[in-house]
């Protein structure tokens, strides 16, 4: 089974970037769609963005973050990146990445079967 691994989270000021990672060990990305979700302190997981597997790697994006928060996949280094710009106070949260051995990606927490450890993002205002 894939192993997931989030890293790149920190302090930042609002209007900042950060570039977090998902790191596959134990196995490779290919054939996996991988999503990326937060979790506010009393709040649900939610999902913010997902890229499918494959050379057509559709993404998706919550509105929440669109235009802001970019997805990629560098599948040489098993990394899924989501590159975040102009973070707001509330895009604080841990957030973690997850994988699914299916071409589509999907938004919803239950699509997934493999989670990492969060990272956790910190904007101040």
């Known amino acids: 089974d894939v192993q997931l691994q989030a890293s790149g989270g920190g302090l930042v000021q609002a209007g900042g970037s950060l570039r977090l990672s998902c790191a596959a060990s134990?196995?490779?990305?290919?054939?996996?769609?991988i999503g990326w979700f937060r979790e506010a302190p009393g709040k649900t997981r939610e999902g913010i963005s997902c890229?499918?597997?494959?050379?057509?790697?559709?993404?998706y994006y919550a509105e929440s973050v669109k235009g802001r928060f970019t997805i990629s996949s560098d599948y040489a280094k098993n990394t899924v990146y989501l590159q975040m710009n102009s973070l707001k106070p509330e895009d604080t949260a841990d957030y973690y990445c997850?994988?699914?051995?299916?071409?589509?990606?999907?938004?919803?927490?239950?699509?997934?079967?493999?989670w990492g450890q969060g990272t956790q993002v910190t904007v101040s205002s």
């Open positions: 997850a994988a699914v051995l299916f071409p589509r990606c999907h938004l919803g927490r239950n699509w997934y079967d493999y």
């Open positions: 134990g196995g490779t990305f290919d054939g996996y769609a």
């Open positions: 890229i499918g597997s494959g050379g057509d790697a559709t993404t």
